[in-house]
Structures are given as structure tokens and as C-alpha cells.
């Protein structure tokens, strides 16, 4: 199986500060790497998908980018709204695989 | 606009099967280029992917879980349903159906159930 792991596992910034995300996959997955947003008792959702297309209707604030096994995701200018734990996710093999998620609070 | 609702006993006794159904509306599930998955969240942890399977009927497992998970579809009632064998207190998550959209390369889970609490105790 493909492991994944995020950092950090949590952080807290303020409204309009720049947030980023490490993703790293245990081997090269191209490309094949989403992100998804899931609120405290809520499904998760897309954000990104493709490391770095952004899904329909989803903010610009939000970014992917990376290939191989080193990804990033970045908040451009955090808002109230984004609190919430973000996940990586591959798909170049099966068992798709989730990071352990990062946890985003505000300062 | 594609729904997907999970319903099933949110009480399930240690060493019972846990039994789930996922009921798709909006879009049929017999649609090509999706498959319809399962995945698990363990109260305060992350996410764990358990399997799908495409409207044909065939299936692929987490081999974590292989061995106790069958996942079957009803194309009839747009449903389609998650059996777990053998369940102990592990086994107790937040359960959601999802749709994985695949093709062209790409493969997401864009559509998800509000997901289902099942806890497993006597």
C-alpha cells in the first residue's frame, strides 16, 4: 500500500495569513493526489483534485501543486470559514489511501 | 444535483455483521465511469477507505479488511450496500458512501453521504 503523510499534523494561524501543507507519498504517485476539506461533523469535500486543479465553485484562496511524492497545499489569505481538517488522498493505486489529515484553527 | 443517503442500525452487537445501504438520487447508478465506495472514520481519526464497487458488480477491497467486507449493488432501487462480518469495538466509525468520479486520469470522491454513526457494543 501507498502511505501518506501530512504536515504539520495541526496549526493555528490568523485570518488572512498564509497557510501551507506538505503531503509525501511513500513512492511516486505522478500526480494522482486530491485534497479535501472536512468540517467537524461533516462529510469531507473536494477542494483539489489532480494536485492542482481547482473543483468547481471552490475558492481561488485554495492551491495544489506537486508530483511525484512531495505535495503542497496552500491557503492563500486564511479566512473564519477554512477552520476545518484538510486530507490528502492518492489514487494512483489501489487501496486509495488518506493522509492523517491537518487540523486548521484560527489564532 | 447527486445525493447519497446511508441508512442501517447504528447498534451493532460485537461479532454480528453491520450492515449498511446507500441510496443514491439525482443520477443513476448504472451510469458508467463511477464507483460507489465506502469509507470509515474512527471517532476523532482519519479517514480509511474500505472498498468499492462498480455497477457491474465488480468489487475491490481494503486487503486491511478484505476478509470480513462484502459489497453489493442494486441497480433496481439505486442502492448499493456494505456488509462487515465479525465486528468488535474497532469497528466503531462514522460510516460514509461516496461516489468516486474516475476517467480521463483522474479518479475523486465528489459526491458524499452525510455519513452514518455505528457503534459496536453489547
Known amino acids: 500500500d501507498i502511505q501518506m503523510t501530512q504536515s504539520p499534523s495541526s496549526l493555528s494561524a490568523s485570518v488572512g495569513d498564509r497557510v501551507t501543507i506538505t503531503c509525501q507519498a511513500s513512492q511516486d504517485i505522478s500526480n494522482y493526489l486530491n485534497w479535501y476539506q472536512q468540517k467537524p461533523g461533516k462529510a469531507p469535500k473536494l477542494l483539489i483534485y489532480?494536485?492542482?486543479n481547482l473543483e468547481t465553485g471552490v475558492p481561488s484562496r485554495f492551491s495544489g501543486s506537486g508530483s511525484g511524492t512531495d505535495f503542497t497545499f496552500t491557503i492563500s489569505s486564511l479566512q473564519p470559514e477554512d477552520i476545518a481538517t484538510y486530507y490528502c488522498q492518492q489514487y494512483d493505486n489501489l487501496p486509495r489511501g488518506f493522509g492523517p489529515g491537518t487540523k486548521v484553527d484560527i489564532k | 444535483q447527486v445525493q447519497l443517503q446511508e441508512s442501517g442500525p447504528g447498534l451493532v452487537k460485537p461479532s454480528q455483521t453491520l450492515s449498511l445501504t446507500c441510496t443514491v438520487s439525482?443520477?443513476?447508478?448504472?451510469?458508467?465511469?463511477?464507483?460507489w465506495s465506502w469509507i470509515r472514520q474512527h471517532p476523532g481519526k482519519g479517514l480509511e477507505w474500505i472498498g468499492y464497487i462498480y455497477y457491474s458488480g465488480s468489487t475491490y477491497y481494503n486487503p486491511s479488511l478484505k476478509s470480513r467486507v462484502t459489497i453489493s449493488v442494486d441497480t433496481s432501487k439505486n442502492q448499493f450496500s456494505l456488509k462487515l462480518s465479525s465486528v468488535t469495538a474497532a469497528d466503531t466509525a462514522v460510516y460514509y458512501c461516496?461516489?468516486?468520479?474516475?476517467?480521463?486520469?483522474?479518479?475523486?470522491?465528489?459526491?458524499w453521504g452525510q455519513g452514518t454513526l455505528v457503534t459496536v457494543s453489547s
Open positions: 439525482g443520477g443513476s447508478i448504472s451510469s458508467g465511469g463511477y464507483y
Open positions: 489532480d494536485a492542482s
Open positions: 461516496a461516489r468516486e468520479n474516475y476517467g480521463s486520469g483522474k479518479a475523486y470522491f465528489d459526491y
